[in-house]
């Protein structure tokens, strides 16, 4: 790997990995860019290609790639339903291929490897938390193109990359959650709004008034908050608004 990227250890790097956390809308963008930056921090010209598998479900995907062919790459393992990527996540262990021209353990794999000019890889996990479960991969063009100190920088980086993905999910969970009570908030509203002018309209009661809105959500196959919001809309429109729904 080039000299000057070692700059980055460990001094910058955190900074480098916080960038992209706060840069980027949403976690799947903070992947792309993760793969990106990881191709680039980390590697020299024989350093290919560069991805990121997430596991979910126990279903392996790969979220992000520089290459396509480092995507194609990680398809093949999925198929085959194991490989160096696969293994890294499954045993939280780092996985290197040295010379795959002398790997037996993943024939799919490595003859599809060796078809893309790929003579050595890495896979490293990341850790995540909860269920999912994550890998970062690097293929290189040479045989042995990964030395131990390659190996070590690799490890150190994906301890913190971990963290600021990790960092990156929460985040991206939390603004999910805080629309997800805007919108409760929006709808009950609305609803809200809806069952009083009902109640003013036919003199009923608040029970009355939502059952009124309940069928008509069923009859017309109709959102509740949709049925409320139409409701609210006429109001505001023509104060002589209609509230009487045909079952």
Request: glycine share 4%; with cysteine.
């Amino acid at each position: 790997m080039a000299d000057d990227t070692r700059l980055l250890f460990p001094d910058l790097l955190v900074d480098h990995l916080q960038d992209l956390v706060l840069k980027t809308e949403d976690v799947k963008e903070m992947l792309d860019e993760l793969a990106e930056f990881s191709a680039v921090t980390l590697a020299d010209p024989a350093i290919a290609f560069c991805s990121i598998t997430l596991i979910q479900r126990k279903k392996p995907v790969t979220v992000a790639s520089n290459e396509d062919s480092a995507l194609r790459l990680d398809e093949t393992q999925y198929s085959a339903g194991d490989g160096p990527c696969l293994s890294a996540i499954r045993q939280q262990l780092v996985v290197h291929v040295p010379d795959l021209t002398n790997e037996d353990r993943w024939p799919a794999y490595t003859a599809a490897a060796l078809e893309a000019g790929v003579g050595s890889s890495l896979s490293v996990p990341l850790v995540l938390e909860g269920e999912a479960e994550a890998g970062l991969n690097f293929y290189s063009t040479r045989s042995h193109g990964f030395t131990g100190e390659d190996i070590s920088m690799v490890e150190t980086y994906s301890y913190h990359a971990s963290k600021a993905l990790r960092l990156a999910v929460r985040i991206s969970q939390l603004a999910e959650a805080k629309a997800h009570l805007i919108a409760a908030m929006e709808s009950r509203t609305t609803i809200d709004l809806a069952t009083g002018a009902i109640m003013a309209q036919n003199r009923c009661s608040q029970e009355a008034a939502i059952r009124i809105l309940r069928i008509a959500s069923n009859t017309r196959n109709v959102k509740l908050r949709d049925i409320a919001a139409s409701v609210v809309a006429s109001i505001s429109h023509d104060p002589r608004v209609r509230t009487h729904f045909d079952a």
